[in-house]
C-alpha cells in the first residue's frame, strides 16, 4: 500500500490550480488577447478597489481597465467594469475575471495583472 501513495498524490496535484485562461482569452497589460474577433489589449488599469481576498468587506469593490478594443476597420477606447458587459459592435464585451486578487496592505505590479475577457456576439 504505501507504494501507492505518491501515483496517488500526483493526479491530485494537477487539479488542485485551474488555468485563468479557462475564464477567456487573457491578457497582461499592452499585450493583445484574441476574444471571437475582435482585438482586446488591455492599457492601464483605472481603478482597483476590489476587497482583498484576505479581509471581509462590506462592499466588494470595483476593477476598472481601460483597453483598447478592435474589429475589423474600426477601433476603440473602452473602460470595462470588472464583470459588467459593455455594448461593442453587434454585442457584449466583458472583462470577466483579473489576477492576481487583491491583497491587505499590498499594492499589485501593473505588469502582475492577468484579465480575462469574453464577447457574446450579436445574432
Known amino acids: 500500500m504505501k507504494r501507492l501513495a505518491p501515483i496517488f498524490a500526483v493526479p491530485l496535484v494537477a487539479c488542485a490550480?485551474?488555468?485563468?485562461?479557462?475564464?477567456?482569452?487573457t491578457a497582461s497589460i499592452g499585450q493583445q488577447a484574441y476574444v471571437d474577433g475582435?482585438?482586446?489589449?488591455?492599457?492601464?488599469?483605472l481603478e482597483?478597489?476590489?476587497?482583498?481576498?484576505?479581509?471581509?468587506?462590506v462592499w466588494a469593490g470595483r476593477l476598472v481597465v481601460r483597453a483598447e478594443v478592435?474589429?475589423?476597420r474600426w477601433r476603440q477606447i473602452r473602460?470595462?467594469?470588472?464583470?459588467?458587459?459593455?455594448?461593442v459592435a453587434d454585442g457584449h464585451l466583458t472583462l470577466v475575471s483579473a489576477e492576481p486578487g487583491a491583497r491587505a496592505g499590498a499594492k499589485i505590479d501593473?505588469?502582475?495583472y492577468r484579465f480575462a475577457f469574453r464577447?457574446?456576439?450579436g445574432l
Open 17 to 25: 490550480t485551474v488555468p485563468t485562461s479557462v475564464a477567456g482569452p
Open 38 to 45: 475582435l482585438k482586446v489589449t488591455p492599457l492601464q488599469v
Open 48 to 57: 482597483d478597489s476590489r476587497c482583498p481576498v484576505d479581509v471581509q468587506c
Open 70 to 72: 478592435s474589429g475589423g
Open 79 to 87: 473602460n470595462l467594469d470588472l464583470g459588467k458587459p459593455e455594448q
Open 110 to 112: 501593473p505588469r502582475a
Open 119 to 121: 464577447f457574446d456576439g
